[in-house]
């Protein structure tokens, strides 16, 4: 079983380029999220979304865009890569109602270094 | 913004020993979930255990268990038997809702021989 699925697991950027991380899941999970880890921070929710077509900011949502079109896939775009960026990201899905967000099922992350 | 507080940074514990990770939260939700999740070194994140906030007993998955307080608002997680591979980073995560998990800054827990 794929689970969710993120690439690349690794990446190098210079400030100013842009990249998108990759997300997919094989759950049929309406929910899908994307965070990022700092050392001592825990895990920041970036930008989420609760169906196709439907995204919202979470909490660390600037300098990120986020499309959903299918309910497989959830990438994560930066724009303009800043060192601030550097860091490991997680996609992760779950069940989802208006009222409860199940278990997250987490991608392996991606560890992201901006020079 | 829901605010989940773990106070141990980093704990010490002997193997075989029972250790209590703490985690408080802040909320005003009548319905939500509480969830613990461990990081090893390598770096994935495994889920251990869920506590629904309208379940009246304190949720179990073998040596892992929830010491579920609502009116303390307090999650601890509690395991026994301590073993070396249980050393890595547990993180307390609250849910419900439209906006997912929201998770602590989690407990760094080192088992000694």
């Known amino acids: 079983n794929a689970g969710v699925t993120q690439t690349p697991k690794f990446q190098v950027l210079k400030t100013g380029q842009s990249m998108t991380l990759q997300c997919a899941q094989d759950m049929n999970h309406e929910y899908m999220s994307w965070y990022r880890q700092d050392p001592g921070m825990g895990l920041r929710l970036i930008h989420y979304s609760v169906g196709a077509g439907i995204t919202d900011q979470g909490e660390v949502p600037n300098g990120y865009n986020v499309s959903r079109s299918t309910t497989e896939d959830f990438p994560l775009r930066l724009l303009s890569a800043a060192p601030s960026q550097t860091s490991v990201y997680f996609c992760?899905?779950?069940?989802?109602?208006?009222?409860?967000?199940?278990?997250?099922?987490f991608g392996e992350g991606s560890r992201l270094t901006v020079l | 913004a829901q605010k989940i507080t773990q106070t141990q940074p980093g704990m010490f514990v002997q193997e075989k020993e029972a250790v209590t990770l703490d985690c408080t939260y802040d909320t005003s939700d009548q319905s939500y979930g509480l969830f613990w999740y461990k990081q090893p070194s390598s770096g994935e994140m495994i889920f251990l255990i869920y506590q629904g906030s309208y379940d009246e007993q304190n949720a179990t998955e073998g040596r892992y268990s929830l010491n579920f307080q609502k009116a303390r608002k307090s999650a601890n997680l509690v395991i026994s038997a301590s073993q070396l591979g249980d050393s890595a980073m547990y993180f307390c995560?609250?849910?419900?809702?439209?906006?997912?998990?929201?998770f602590g800054k989690g407990t760094h827990l080192i088992i000694q021989p």
């Open positions: 992760a899905s779950s069940f989802w109602t208006s009222s409860y967000t199940g278990e997250l099922f």
């Open positions: 995560a609250k849910g419900g809702g439209a906006d997912g998990l929201t």
